[in-house]
């Protein structure tokens, strides 16, 4: 269907509504279901684009956080969604945390828990799976760098402390740490073995002079800080 770029959005196909009013009004006036509806492109005979992009977003209780954690399979699940409009939302879903990703990798003092938080935020978004990270900061606070310790499944994984200083110390400048790890069960409170892991690193840290600042859990509720609660050595 051809038309014009000032057409009533009223008179259009359910698939181009979306489309037009993201010419005519710009990318923010477009709701989460609009912006899906683009990616998918064109519907079915009994649902439109829109109709479907808002059967997904049900499904997932409207939190894009969900959405970005949904598989190639699941998305094959709904009626409408083939393999390439899965792949589309996928790559688009990957493209958006890696732009916030890009946003928060610029050379940044950490002068609290939420500075570290957002720094390392994109990392452990939508993860399903357990992960350690550490970030390197100089005597200024700065982040020098951020390291993956290690990979684990859902309940926890394997940290080896020597690992963590030696990327420490192939920094000259690094004079503290912070370490991170993410729950995927969403349950913030610390475990034993994380308590017993930040004591141990922090007194090997303490031994080679290397200051570990904080321990942080991440999960879709927020980030539970080992400073901030007082429980660092």
């Known amino acids: 269907m051809n038309y014009k770029l000032h057409s009533s959005i009223k008179e259009l196909a359910d698939d181009e509504q979306p489309r037009q009013k993201l010419l005519l009004k710009g990318k923010n006036a477009?709701?989460?279901a609009e912006l899906l509806a683009i990616l998918i492109g064109?519907?079915?005979k009994e649902e439109s684009a829109l109709g479907?992009?808002?059967r997904i977003l049900l499904h997932v209780k409207q939190n894009l956080f969900e959405l970005g954690k949904l598989s190639l399979k699941e998305f094959l699940e709904f009626?409408?969604?083939?393999?390439?409009k899965a792949l589309l939302i996928i790559a688009a879903l990957e493209i958006g945390r890696r732009r916030q990703f890009s946003q928060a990798n610029e050379k940044v003092r950490v002068q609290s828990s939420r500075d570290a938080y957002e720094y390392l935020f994109a990392n452990f978004a939508d993860l399903k799976r357990e992960?350690?990270?550490i970030l390197l900061l100089n005597r200024s606070n700065k982040i020098l760098d951020k390291?993956?310790?290690s990979v684990g499944g859902i309940s926890g994984t394997v940290v080896d402390t020597r690992i963590i200083f030696q990327n420490a110390l192939q920094r000259e400048t690094c004079t503290s740490i912070i370490l991170a790890h993410n729950h995927p069960s969403g349950n913030l409170k610390p475990s034993q073995a994380d308590i017993d892991i930040t004591k141990k690193i922090s007194k090997g840290g303490n031994f080679l002079e290397l200051k570990v600042l904080d321990h942080l859990i991440f999960s879709e509720e927020g980030y539970y800080s080992f400073a901030d609660e007082g429980r660092m050595m």
């Open 30 to 32: 477009l709701s989460d």
């Open 42 to 44: 064109s519907g079915t």
């Open 52 to 54: 479907l992009s808002g």
């Open 79 to 84: 009626k409408g969604i083939g393999q390439a």
């Open 131 to 133: 992960e350690f990270w």
């Open 147 to 149: 390291v993956q310790i």
